[in-house]
C-alpha cells in the first residue's frame, strides 16, 4: 500500500530537518554522514511526492525549495569530500595496496537523481579507511549493520521527540500547604518523593524508596493536584502522562513508546511517570482482548517492574477513579494504595476559608462554618463549583436589576453605580448596559447568594460510588 502524498512530504520534510540537525551539530565524520544520509532520504521523500502531487501551484512552490535542498546536499557532500581528503595518511607513509583504487575527484556536475536514487554524483565513500582497511562493500554485514543502527537510532530520536511534550520544565506552583486535609497522603508522597531525594544516606537496606503509588477515589478529590504537588516541590524530573502520549494506531509503535518513555526517565532520574485516569490504559486483562492492547500491558509491566531493569530513582505515580478495574499485576507493582475520600468537615471549611479570600464578601466565621457543615458529601471540585456560582449572584442580581444608585464618585469624576431594589430612594431607573463599563460594581457575596447556590448545585459522587472505593480501600488500601 503507497504512502498518502502528505505524509510523504511530511515524512520528507522531517527527514530533512534532522538531517541538517545531525550534520551541523556534530563534527565527527559519522555523525555528519549519518546526516547526509538522512538528507538524502528526505530527498527521495520529497521527489516521490512530487510525482503523485496534482495541485500544481503547491507542486511549483515545493519544486523551488527543492533547488534550494539539493544545493545544501551539494554543500555537505563537497564538506564531507574535503573532510575525507584532509583525514587521509600522508603519502610518503602510506602506500596503496595492489588494488588498483582511484581516489574520488570533486565533480563538477549538478546535483542531480542517478538512477531514480537521490544520491549525488561525486561523492563516494572513501575506499582505504584511514586505518588501511578496505571499505565495505555495499551489500556487506558492516554496511547492513550500519544502515540498521542508523534506522534504529532515527527510530528512537522521533520516539524520544514525541514524549518531550510530557516533560513538565515549568513547576505548577502548587505547594503542600496549598492542599487542605489529605493528611496522610501528603506523608506518603513525601515519603516517596521529597525524602529519598534530600536524604539518600537513610534509605538504605529494607528502607528503600517506593517504587510505584496509586492515588484513587471519587472524581474531583484532589489526586491530580496531589501530583500537581510533587511536580513543584519535588527536584526530580516530572513526566505527565496520558494514554493518548504512549499509545499508536500503528503495531508496535505503542511499545517502543512505553520502553522510550521508562528509558529517558532513568536518564533523568531520579524521575517521577505521572499517569493520570491509569485505568484507561491498564484494565484487567481478559480472554477476549485484542493482541494490541495486550502487549501494552505486558510491556509496561515488565519496564515498571521487570528482571534486567534499574528502578531506582524512579516513582510511577498513578490517578484513577475505579482502582477495581485495574489489572492485578498492574495493582501488586503499585506498592502503596492511598484512598483519597471527600473532604471532611475540615478540609472544606479550609477551602471555603481560602476560596473566599479571593471575591469581596461579608461572611463571617459562622457562615463559613454553616456553608461547611451543609455541603457535606461534596468533593473539591463540587466545592469550587459552588463557590463559583455563588460569586455569579451578584452579577445575576445586576443582570435582573431596574433600578441603580451612586455608592461614590471615582478619582476622574465619574459616579460608580450599584444595584439596589426599586424602593431605594438613591435609586436611578437604568437598565446595566446602560452604564459604561468602569462606572459599574458589584454588591459582596451574601450568605444568601450562597443559599440560593446549594439549591442548585447538588454532590457529583453517588452513594454507590463510595461504597465500591469504601469497600476497595479495604480490601487492598490505606486511608489518605
Same mark, same amino acid.
Given at each position: 500500500?503507497?504512502?498518502?502524498? !502528505?505524509?510523504?512530504?511530511?515524512?520528507?520534510?522531517?527527514?530533512?530537518?534532522?538531517?541538517?540537525?545531525?550534520?551541523? #551539530?556534530?563534527?565527527?565524520r559519522?555523525?555528519?554522514? #549519518?546526516?547526509?544520509?538522512?538528507?538524502?532520504?528526505g530527498?527521495? =521523500?520529497?521527489?516521490?511526492?512530487?510525482?503523485?502531487?496534482?495541485?500544481?501551484n503547491?507542486?511549483?512552490?515545493?519544486?523551488?525549495?527543492?533547488?534550494?535542498?539539493?544545493?545544501d546536499?551539494?554543500?555537505m557532500?563537497?564538506?564531507?569530500?574535503?573532510?575525507?581528503q584532509?583525514?587521509?595518511?600522508?603519502?610518503?607513509?602510506?602506500?596503496?595496496?595492489?588494488?588498483?583504487?582511484?581516489?574520488?575527484?570533486?565533480?563538477?556536475?549538478?546535483?542531480?537523481?542517478?538512477?531514480?536514487?537521490?544520491a549525488?554524483?561525486?561523492? &563516494?565513500?572513501?575506499p582505504?579507511?584511514?586505518?588501511?582497511?578496505?571499505?565495505?562493500?555495499?551489500?556487506?554485514?558492516?554496511?547492513n549493520?550500519?544502515?540498521?543502527k542508523?534506522?534504529?537510532d532515527?527510530?528512537? !530520536?522521533?520516539?524520544? %521527540?514525541?514524549?518531550?511534550?510530557?516533560?513538565?520544565?515549568?513547576?505548577p506552583?502548587?505547594?503542600?500547604?496549598?492542599?487542605?486535609?489529605?493528611?496522610?497522603?501528603?506523608? *506518603?508522597?513525601?515519603?516517596?518523593?521529597?525524602?529519598?531525594? &534530600? +536524604?539518600?544516606?537513610?534509605?538504605?537496606?529494607?528502607?528503600?524508596?517506593?517504587?510505584?503509588?496509586?492515588?484513587?477515589?471519587?472524581p474531583?478529590?484532589?489526586?491530580?493536584?496531589l501530583a500537581?504537588? =510533587?511536580?513543584?516541590? !519535588?527536584? !526530580?524530573t516530572?513526566?505527565?502522562?496520558?494514554?493518548?502520549?504512549?499509545?499508536?494506531?500503528?503495531?508496535?509503535?505503542?511499545?517502543?513508546?512505553?520502553?522510550?518513555l521508562?528509558?529517558m526517565?532513568?536518564?533523568? #532520574?531520579?524521575?517521577?511517570?505521572?499517569i493520570?485516569?491509569?485505568d484507561?490504559?491498564? %484494565?484487567?486483562r *481478559?480472554?477476549?482482548?485484542?493482541e494490541?492492547s495486550?502487549?501494552?500491558?505486558?510491556?509496561?509491566l515488565?519496564?515498571?517492574?521487570?528482571?534486567?531493569?534499574?528502578?531506582?530513582?524512579i516513582?510511577?505515580l498513578?490517578?484513577?477513579?475505579?482502582?477495581?478495574?485495574?489489572?492485578?499485576a498492574?495493582?501488586?507493582?503499585?506498592? &502503596?494504595?492511598?484512598?483519597?475520600?471527600?473532604?471532611?468537615?475540615?478540609?472544606?471549611?479550609?477551602?471555603?476559608?481560602?476560596?473566599?479570600?479571593k471575591t469581596?464578601?461579608?461572611?463571617?466565621?459562622?457562615?463559613?462554618?454553616?456553608?461547611?457543615? &451543609? %455541603?457535606?458529601?461534596?468533593? =473539591?471540585?463540587?466545592?469550587?463549583?459552588?463557590?463559583r456560582?455563588?460569586s455569579y449572584?451578584?452579577l445575576?442580581?445586576?443582570?435582573?436589576?431596574t433600578?441603580?444608585?451612586?455608592i461614590?464618585?471615582?478619582?476622574n469624576?465619574?459616579?460608580?453605580?450599584?444595584? =439596589?431594589?426599586?424602593s431605594?430612594?438613591?435609586?436611578?431607573?437604568?437598565?446595566?448596559?446602560?452604564?459604561?463599563?468602569?462606572?459599574?460594581?458589584?454588591?459582596?457575596?451574601?450568605?444568601?447568594? +450562597?443559599e440560593? %447556590?446549594l439549591l442548585?448545585?447538588?454532590?457529583?459522587?453517588?452513594?454507590?460510588?463510595l461504597?465500591?472505593?469504601?469497600?476497595?480501600?479495604?480490601?487492598?488500601?490505606?486511608?489518605?
Amino acid at each position: 500500500m503507497s504512502d498518502d502524498p !502528505a505524509q510523504m512530504r511530511d515524512k520528507g520534510l522531517e527527514f530533512l530537518k534532522k538531517g541538517k540537525e545531525y550534520f551541523n #551539530k556534530h563534527q565527527q565524520r559519522e555523525y555528519r554522514e #549519518k546526516g547526509y544520509e538522512l538528507y538524502k532520504r528526505g530527498l527521495e =521523500c520529497i521527489i516521490k511526492y512530487l510525482k503523485s502531487e496534482t495541485n500544481a501551484n503547491i507542486a511549483a512552490k515545493v519544486r523551488e525549495n527543492l533547488k534550494v535542498w539539493m544545493e545544501d546536499a551539494k554543500t555537505m557532500e563537497a564538506t564531507l569530500y574535503q573532510n575525507q581528503q584532509q583525514a587521509a595518511p600522508p603519502q610518503n607513509n602510506y602506500q596503496p595496496s595492489n588494488n588498483n583504487y582511484n581516489q574520488p575527484q570533486p565533480s563538477n556536475q549538478n546535483y542531480a537523481p542517478n538512477n531514480n536514487n537521490y544520491a549525488p554524483n561525486n561523492y &563516494k565513500p572513501s575506499p582505504n579507511q584511514p586505518n588501511g582497511d578496505q571499505a565495505p562493500k555495499k551489500d556487506s554485514p558492516r554496511n547492513n549493520k550500519s544502515a540498521s543502527k542508523l534506522k534504529e537510532d532515527d527510530d528512537n !530520536a522521533k520516539l524520544q %521527540s514525541n514524549l518531550e511534550s510530557a516533560i513538565v520544565t515549568e513547576k505548577p506552583n502548587i505547594r503542600w500547604d496549598d492542599i487542605a486535609g489529605l493528611e496522610q497522603a501528603k506523608k *506518603s508522597l513525601q515519603e516517596a518523593v521529597i525524602y529519598p531525594i &534530600k +536524604f539518600p544516606h537513610l534509605f538504605v537496606g529494607m528502607r528503600t524508596p517506593w517504587k510505584g503509588i496509586l492515588l484513587y477515589g471519587p472524581p474531583g478529590t484532589g489526586k491530580t493536584f496531589l501530583a500537581k504537588a =510533587c511536580a513543584t516541590e !519535588a527536584d !526530580a524530573t516530572f513526566f505527565t502522562v496520558s494514554s493518548a502520549d504512549i499509545t499508536s494506531k500503528y503495531v508496535g509503535e505503542s511499545e517502543k513508546l512505553i520502553k522510550t518513555l521508562f528509558k529517558m526517565a532513568r536518564e533523568k #532520574k531520579p524521575a517521577i511517570i505521572f499517569i493520570d485516569e491509569i485505568d484507561s490504559l491498564l %484494565s484487567a486483562r *481478559s480472554d477476549n482482548e485484542n493482541e494490541a492492547s495486550r502487549r501494552v500491558k505486558t510491556e509496561f509491566l515488565i519496564q515498571m517492574q521487570g528482571v534486567g531493569h534499574d528502578d531506582n530513582g524512579i516513582l510511577v505515580l498513578g490517578a484513577t477513579n475505579i482502582p477495581w478495574a485495574l489489572d492485578s499485576a498492574v495493582r501488586r507493582r503499585f506498592e &502503596k494504595r492511598i484512598y483519597i475520600p471527600l473532604p471532611e468537615k475540615p478540609a472544606r471549611l479550609a477551602l471555603l476559608q481560602k476560596q473566599l479570600t479571593k471575591t469581596p464578601n461579608d461572611l463571617d466565621h459562622d457562615d463559613i462554618d454553616y456553608l461547611a457543615q &451543609k %455541603s457535606d458529601g461534596y468533593s =473539591c471540585a463540587d466545592m469550587n463549583i459552588l463557590i463559583r456560582d455563588a460569586s455569579y449572584q451578584p452579577l445575576r442580581k445586576a443582570q435582573n436589576a431596574t433600578h441603580f444608585k451612586v455608592i461614590q464618585m471615582l478619582p476622574n469624576g465619574k459616579p460608580l453605580y450599584s444595584p =439596589c431594589p426599586p424602593s431605594d430612594p438613591r435609586g436611578e431607573r437604568k437598565h446595566m448596559l446602560d452604564i459604561p463599563g468602569d462606572q459599574l460594581t458589584l454588591p459582596e457575596i451574601t450568605i444568601d447568594d +450562597f443559599e440560593v %447556590s446549594l439549591l442548585k448545585t447538588k454532590p457529583s459522587v453517588s452513594k454507590d460510588d463510595l461504597g465500591k472505593q469504601l469497600e476497595f480501600t479495604k480490601e487492598f488500601g490505606i486511608e489518605g
